[in-house]
Antibody
Framework: QVQLQESGPGLVKPSETLSLSCAVS?????????WGWIRQAPGEGLEWIGT???????YYNPSLKSRVSISLDTSKNQFSLNLTSVTAADTAVYYC????????????????WGQGTMVTV | QSVLTQPPSVSAAPGQKVTISCSGT????????VSWYQQLPGTAPKLLIY???KRPSGIPDRFSGSKSGTSATLGITGLQTGDEADYYC???????????FGGGTKLTVL
């Protein structure tokens, strides 16, 4: 059974960097598929942050691209999110999720999600 | 404001049927697949429909999806109080090279 678990500080100061990790169990992040971060501000909808593929290629939300980086750590079987220069607008629940689709085919599907972690700026 | 447009809310009585629309453009829904997610209060989203109309294992056939042109629709029959949730459509946008989610629709089962 594949499971994802987010971890990281729940409080980040303005202008600092938000760093989160997503530990994956039951599947190797280097095997296949891709791994994404999605956030949800209080009372708002889902916002895609970015995705990293098992071979390392990344796609980022254009509105966040200048501040975001996502990386894989195959030794720990996890992937991470860094978001720089945060403001109050970055306060949200951050979810990590597995995407078994293929954008080259126009197919996106986040089939497994972490429980989410609340980050307050 | 989301690029994918969903009605903010829909409602229906238990046992009835409801549809939720998701409208986009040729760069997203029109030429890519749509997925749907259910988010129960206080929980993470859950995949309901993928590739426009396919259901993952464990999703009852009361849930269905369809796509026509630049719009997609989620249908739920035999409504239950446990279906009360927020529903989101999602797709790839070829122009943005990124994932889009709709603004979400809150389903109330009266």
């Amino acid at each position: 059974q594949v499971q994802l678990q987010e971890s990281g500080p729940g409080l980040v100061k303005p202008s600092e960097t938000l760093s989160l990790s997503c530990a994956v169990s039951g599947y190797s992040v280097s095997s296949a598929f891709s791994w994404g971060w999605i956030r949800q501000a209080p009372g708002e909808g889902l916002e895609w942050i970015g995705t990293i593929y098992h071979r390392g290629r990344t796609y980022y939300n254009p509105s966040l691209k200048s501040r975001v980086s996502i990386s894989l750590d195959t030794s720990k079987n996890q992937f991470s999110l860094n978001l720089t220069s945060v403001t109050a607008a970055d306060t949200a629940v951050y979810y990590c999720a597995r995407d078994t689709g293929r954008p080259s085919l126009g197919l996106i599907l986040f089939d497994i999600w972490g429980q989410g972690t609340m980050v307050t700026v | 404001q989301s690029v994918l447009t969903q009605p903010p809310s829909v409602s229906a009585a238990p046992g009835q049927k409801v549809t939720i629309s998701c409208s986009g453009t040729s760069s997203n829904i029109g030429n890519n697949y749509v997925s749907w997610y259910q988010q129960l209060p206080g929980t993470a989203p859950k995949l309901l429909i993928y590739e426009n109309n396919k259901r993952p294992s464990g999703i009852p056939d009361r849930f269905s999806g369809s796509k026509s042109g630049t719009s997609a629709t989620l249908g739920i029959t035999g409504l239950q109080t446990g279906d009360e949730a927020d529903y989101y459509c999602g797709t790839w946008d070829s122009s943005l090279s990124g994932v889009l989610f709709g603004g979400g629709t809150k389903l109330t089962v009266l």
